[in-house]
């Protein structure tokens, strides 16, 4: 019977480490990405920025959020470090993202800006492009040290019940 226990602290430990391994890597894939909040109107508009290094992240992304969406309402720019406009785009659905290329080192800024006179909550964000090979992986450890937990419960719950029936 306290194999039975330890066995299932162990298979336990391993979907709790799968979880915080999960944590982990959402920690890692948004490091370097700044989000911001606020509300946005025809005379306030949100900013957000931050730094680029063209040589370890020549992508970069930014995403936009829309709380009370309303269609030709917004419009979203990412100007590179001199303030020249890389990219624009109407936002057409309550949830935008888009990728640009980092052509120099620097300070790129996402403007979010509305036409109209009500104050909308808006959450955005710019950063790297993550490393999709870093997420790949971590993901991939995550998920193999949840399924060997769930699994091994499965089997160890099967073999109770199997030997339970023999001894009644």
Not at 13 to 18: Q, R
Not at 116 to 145: C, H, Q, R, W
């Amino acid at each position: 019977m306290q194999k039975f226990g330890l066995i299932i602290v162990v298979l336990g430990l391993f979907i709790v480490s799968g979880l915080v391994v999960s944590i982990f890597e959402n920690q890692v894939t948004l490091e370097k990405i700044n989000q911001e909040n606020g509300k946005v109107s025809i005379t306030e508009r949100l900013a957000i920025s931050t730094d680029f290094d063209m040589k370890k992240a020549p992508t970069g992304v930014f995403a936009v959020q829309v709380m009370d969406f309303r269609k030709n309402t917004f419009s979203v720019k990412v100007l590179d470090p001199s303030g020249i406009e890389i990219t624009s785009q109407q936002v057409d659905s309550d949830t935008i993202e888009g990728k640009f290329d980092v052509l120099e080192t620097g300070t790129y800024k996402l403007l979010i800006e509305s036409s109209s006179n009500d104050e909308i909550y808006v959450v955005g964000a710019i950063g790297p492009l993550p490393d999709p090979y870093k997420k790949f992986i971590m993901s991939m450890i995550s998920t193999i040290l949840i399924m060997i937990g769930m699994i091994g419960l499965v089997i160890i719950g099967m073999y109770g019940i199997k030997n339970r029936k023999r001894s009644v």
